[in-house]
């Protein structure tokens, strides 16, 4: 069974930085993309990131790029977003995402961590 | 850069009706790089369908989608009391993912 579990949320100040994590198994993690989705409270749905399962490639929403930074560590099943400068507009659920093999879609997802960015 | 927009906002539907739901690209795109997710209250999205009409995994067969160029649908031919929820249209592109604004599907 995939399972996707992220953790390191919390609160952070206006200007600061956290990195939120997501552990995976169930699966060959090396050899899927993953993603980073974001909902700020009572919204909808935002790509965050993206990073091919060797972690060659990366891209970003142009709203996080230069202050976000995925990662992962294949041999600990393990996603990483680092964040940045945040902002009070970065307060979100932040849900990591199994790439499908078509690389086009999210087949899992998980639970998700809160991320809440005041001063 | 694609936009999507879905409507309705908001359908207001009771147990056993048919939903539609719209997903519209502001240009062309294929039809293989569209994707709905279904949100329940609390929950994390779910895929439904990708390819513009290929069933997720244990995703029931009251649930349909269709469309191509600029113009998708999801169909629910009969609504479950746990089909009352937030639908999400994605489109994949350029190595970048957008999501619409979403449906919420509400008890009439």
């Known amino acids: 069974e995939v399972q996707l579990v992220e953790s390191g949320g919390g609160l952070v100040q206006t200007g600061g930085s956290l990195t939120v994590s997501c552990a995976g198994s169930?699966?060959?993690?090396?050899?899927?993309?993953m993603s980073w989705v974001r909902q700020a409270p009572g919204k909808g749905l935002e790509w965050v990131s993206f990073?091919?399962?060797?972690?060659?490639?990366?891209h970003y929403a142009d709203s996080m790029k230069g202050r976000f930074t995925i990662s992962r560590h294949n041999s600990k099943n393990t996603l990483y977003l680092q964040m940045n400068s945040l902002r009070a507009e970065d307060t979100a659920i932040y849900y990591c995402?199994?790439?499908?093999?078509?690389?086009?879609?999210?087949?899992?997802w998980g639970q998700g961590t809160l991320v809440t960015v005041s001063s | 850069e694609i936009v999507l927009t879905q409507s309705p906002g908001t359908l207001s539907l009771s147990p056993g009706e048919r939903a539609t739901l719209s997903c519209r690209a502001s240009?062309?795109?294929?039809?293989?790089?569209l994707a709905w997710y279904q949100q329940r209250p609390g929950q994390a999205p779910r895929l439904l369908i990708y390819?513009?009409?290929s069933r997720a995994t244990g995703i029931p067969d009251r649930f349909s989608g269709s469309g191509s160029g600029t113009d998708f649908t999801l169909t629910i031919s009969r609504l479950e009391p746990e089909d009352f929820a937030v639908y999400y249209c994605?489109?994949?592109?350029?190595?970048?993912?957008?999501f619409g604004p979403g449906t919420k599907v509400d008890v009439k």
């Open positions: 390819g513009t009409s």
């Open positions: 994605q489109h994949y592109g350029n190595s970048h993912f957008t």
């Open positions: 169930g699966f060959n993690f090396n050899n899927y993309a």
């Open positions: 240009q062309s795109v294929s039809s293989n790089y």
């Open positions: 990073i091919s399962g060797s972690g060659d490639a990366t």
């Open positions: 995402a199994k790439i499908d093999s078509y690389g086009n879609h999210n087949d899992y």
